[in-house]
DNA sequence: GCCCAGGAGTGTG
DNA sequence: CACACTCATGGG
């Protein structure tokens, strides 16, 4: 261990199973981790810098600053409890998603803090995701705490609140930028906590009531944030994906029934299992799902 | 210049 | 309900 102002490194090994450390950290959950040329994924949770990387069945993690939190915030972000295999036998009832699943059994639905997935999803509207990750690295290179080498903690709530709103309105976030102003003045900590009391209708409908959240940002901050696994978030992958794999069209109420319908509780990781493929099919052509 | 991106807000039929 | 239009910005 070194000991050097707040750097005290800090290992330990994690069996998480299944878990693929690209197909749920690089799919557009979350925004902030990095793959590493030596393979290994580098983000920050909370207040430290975590790497993760893979050696046959067991995850490696490099916390810095560590801690006994270190563990804690690793197997709360990769969602440790979920019966993963459980949830995949469920979905794997459908015949259109079976074969696609079984290419990715590592995917995980991550758990993201619930201002930061709110925050980084206001700033998703109608931006690709490099885009987002950019948008995102800059709220925290500009208003959050430095936690290590280079890297900043995304800024909470109460320091949002305080950046004027030309600030915010200077970092390139176009129209977006008066809604995190706006949702940074009007919610408090203690209203977040609230939200994670409520069930995910009464969640969706609170969240639709700040600006800029529609129905697709409150699916994601649902089902990330506050970990809904029943909500289905539909944007215009989804809209693609559904029409060609279900033959399923139309307003988003009437997708998001069929997705109800049809998945029920898991549909969050039938999303995200859909989401991934037709994303990866448009960059390699190949798609894992037979057609409906 | 074109088009698109993990859309939302507003107005209209 | 559904639909059309506008809203800023960056990257292919």
Not at 85 to 114: F, Y
Not at 212 to 226: I, Q, R, T, W
């Amino acid at each position: 261990m070194t000991i050097q102002g707040c750097l005290i490194r800090m290992k330990f090994d994690l069996r998480i199973s299944p878990l693929d450390l690209s197909q749920t950290l690089g799919c557009g959950q979350a925004f902030r981790w990095r793959l590493q040329s030596d393979g290994s994924w580098v983000g920050p949770l909370a207040d430290q810098l975590i790497k993760l990387k893979r050696t046959g069945h067991v995850i490696h993690v490099d916390a810095n600053p560590g801690g006994s939190r270190a563990k804690r915030l690793v197997l709360d972000h990769l969602r440790a409890q979920d019966d993963v295999g459980e949830i995949q036998r469920t979905l794997a009832i459908d015949p259109v998603l079976a074969p696609g699943i079984s290419q990715m059994r590592g995917l995980r639905i991550v758990k993201t803090n619930e201002w930061e997935t709110l925050v980084s999803f206001i700033l998703a509207t109608y931006a690709n995701i490099p885009r987002i990750m950019k948008m995102v690295e800059t709220l925290a290179t500009r208003f959050g705490d430095p936690i290590a080498e280079g890297v900043n903690s995304f800024p909470t709530l109460d320091r949002i609140r305080r950046v004027p709103r030309s600030d915010l309105e200077s970092c390139g976030f176009g129209y977006r930028a008066k809604y995190i102003h706006e949702v940074s003045r009007r919610l408090d900590e203690d209203q977040i906590g609230g939200m994670k009391d409520l069930s995910y209708i009464e969640l969706r409908k609170k969240l639709m009531e700040l600006p800029g959240v529609g129905e697709k940002v409150a699916d994601c901050v649902s089902l990330f944030g506050f970990g809904k696994l029943e909500s289905f978030p539909i944007d215009v992958w989804m809209e693609r994906a559904l029409a060609r794999l279900y033959g399923r069209r139309g307003s988003y109420l009437r997708l998001r029934e069929f997705a109800q319908e049809r998945f029920g509780q898991y549909a969050g990781y039938a999303q995200e299992y859909i989401y991934h493929n037709e994303r990866t099919r448009a960059h390699d052509g190949v798609c894992a799902f037979t057609r409906n």
